[in-house]
């Protein structure tokens, strides 16, 4: 298929040589209908004002088709990304490890629901998920969040103990990416996976 580029040259010189043969062909004629008639003047205007006329209605109807095509292109590109995020999603929501982005501020802006099958917690609040985070391992995880966020794309992987809502601590293993400067996410990304089994067979 020509491109947009070859197809509107290949147009423009069809169209120079379709004006070109007009305005000879009908120069031709008004001299001899003039000569006739004597109505030169009349007939110049209307072989002027036909070419016009014509050269507006050709343009028109390829600008329309132009931009019909600009709009399927579009919707496509809509749908595309529209079934790219749903696949996304429901990779995110479906996998095994945690997803969380945390804010510059250190709020928790966003969690996959698999933190309910890990912790057994339900969604809650911004700031839920650091009350549930062993004492004695918040300060270890504060300085690998601070880390993290020292400049773009930098990482830290920490581990640290986490309640159960049945009550019992839970060893989590947590990777920061530092994403706060991409516009579409804004904060940290981390994944979180459980290391309980193979945590308590070290020990």
Known sequence: MLGRTTQLCAFVGVYLVLALLWFTVSDGLIVRVADASGAHTLLAWFKESFFVLVSAAIFGVILW???????RADQAVRRQLEHSEARFRS???NSSDIISVVSKEGDIVFQTDSVSRVLGWPEAGPDAGWQRVHE?????LRS???QARVRPDAQATFVYRCRHADGSWRWLESTALNRLDDPAIGGLVIHTRDVSAPRLAEE
């Open 136 to 140: 004695e391992d918040l300060p270890n």
């Open 91 to 93: 990779l995110v929501q």
């Open 65 to 71: 088709r132009r931009l019909a095509e600009e709009r």
């Open 144 to 146: 690998a969040l601070a």
